[in-house]
Every structure is written in C-alpha cells, then in structure tokens.
C-alpha cells in the first residue's frame, strides 16, 4: 500500500483571512457542477485554460474568485468547478463536523468530475487547447491524476492534501508545488519524500518553499501581514509564470 504524504484537510485548513475585492468573473453551470468563469481580457485570442481545482472554501469564495482572476488577467481561461455542490466551509455554521464534512465530500467530488471535465472540453476545447491545472489543499489529487493521464500539459500544487506516493510515482507532466516551510497536511519529511521520488524518476518539477507562512497561505494569507502578503503573491506569480513555460 502506498505511504500518506499529505493528509487529509484539518485544522490547519479552517481558519485564514477573507480578503476585499471585486470578482470580474461568472458562474455558469458545465458538466453539472456550478463553475467559477474567469476570462482572459478582450482581444486575447487564447487557446490555454486553467483548471482551477479549490481547496476546502470552495472556488466561490472572493479569495479563490479574486486568484482566478488575477491568473485570467494574464490570457487565460480559468475554470474552477463547485464540487462542493454548494456546500464549501463558508456555508458552515460554526459547530459543524468539518473532519467529517470533508471525508463526506470526496466521493461525489470525484464522481461529479469526469463529466464536468468531459463538458468543459466539449465546450472550450480545439486541437491546439492546452490545459493546465492548480490544485490547492483538497484540489490536489485532482491535479496529479491529471497530471498522470497526459490531459494536461503542467500542474501546480499549493500546500496540498490526499496525496500518497502512488501520486508522485504515476507523474507523468511536469508538476510544480507552492509550500509552506511549516505544514501540518504536508510535513517537511513528506515533501523530502515526493522530492525524492521526483528526482529519482527524473520528473520535471519546481518547488517553492516559503518561511514564516502555514498551511492556507497561498489562499487565506493576511494582506496586512507582509510576510504573508508576499509569499501569497509570490506563489500566484510562481504558478502563472510555470504555467507561461509550458503553454507558450
């Protein structure tokens, strides 16, 4: 059986800071699920798409909404699909069982995403459409099976979770991870670890490690902190500026 590397969200993945803006994008509904639609700027004649997969707070919530946009804002199609149906940890009042909320959620998150990815080719899709994807916390396997079935030209990964070895040994694209040097779901042991691995399959991969910074950084990170401020912007940077070396 294939060691746990990052485990499943916890507590570490409830709190953070809600962030002010106003989102440009739309939802509309693709392959049954609610999806967040951010469009690159007028004119651009862009044939690359993100796969936005969110972490536990749901692609509605303004943060996720806001980096959707930013990433659109430099020429992509950014989707980010409810798999929450609905039911991300904002809609949460305060006495509700997340631990179990969570193990709850995965499976019709699973099941729901074939079709929704199905649909979203159908509708998005041409012969020279490549396709990135970023998965934050309970995104991430979305991505590295993504990533190990070819539909995708890179990934990223922003402080993930549901990860074992098995993800790392099937990579089959190149993969980058935003992280934190103190995360409870991905520890400093397991992140030696998927290196390792990485390294030994000669995969092409890029991390960023962050001091000063926890678990949510990439995504809930205090503005007012600038410590965090930086290192929030400096992954989103990271991510887009990975993705432009691969769909350029």
């Not at 692609?59 to 946009?69: A, H, I, R, S, T």
């Not at 659109?72 to 199609?77: F, T």
């Not at 074939?114 to 998005?124: F, G, I, R, S, T």
């Not at 694209?173 to 991905?186: I, K, N």
Request: aromatic fraction near 12%.
């Amino acid at each position: 059986m294939s060691s746990t590397l990052a485990t499943a969200p916890g507590s570490c993945c409830w709190p953070g800071v809600k962030h002010t803006g106003t989102p440009v994008g739309r939802i509309e509904a693709l392959g049954g699920i609610e999806t967040y639609i951010s469009d690159p700027p007028t004119g651009t004649a862009t044939q690359n798409v993100i796969l936005f997969l969110a972490d536990v707070y749901g692609p509605l919530f303004v943060n996720n909404q806001l980096l959707q946009d930013y990433f659109a804002s430099y020429g992509y199609l950014v989707l980010g699909p409810d798999y929450f149906f609905g039911d991300a940890l904002p809609k949460h009042p305060p006495d509700r069982d997340r631990r179990a909320w969570v193990e709850e959620a995965r499976k019709p998150a699973i099941d729901a995403f074939p079709a929704w990815l199905d649909d979203v080719k159908a509708k998005y899709g041409t012969e020279t459409t490549k396709y990135c994807a970023v998965g934050y916390c309970f995104g991430a396997p979305f991505v590295m099976d993504l990533c190990s079935a070819g539909s995708v030209v890179a990934g990223a990964l922003a402080h993930p979770a549901f990860l074992d070895e098995s993800h790392f040994e099937k990579l089959d694209r190149p993969l980058m991870l935003s992280c934190p040097e103190d995360d409870l779901t991905f520890p400093h042991a397991s992140r030696r670890r998927a290196e390792d691995i990485m390294v030994r399959r000669k995969c092409t991969y890029y991390f960023q490690v962050f001091s000063g910074v926890t678990h949510g950084f990439a995504i809930r990170g205090d503005p007012d902190i600038e410590t965090e401020r930086w290192a929030k912007e400096a992954s989103a940077r990271g991510i887009k500026e990975w993705f432009d070396r691969f769909t350029a």
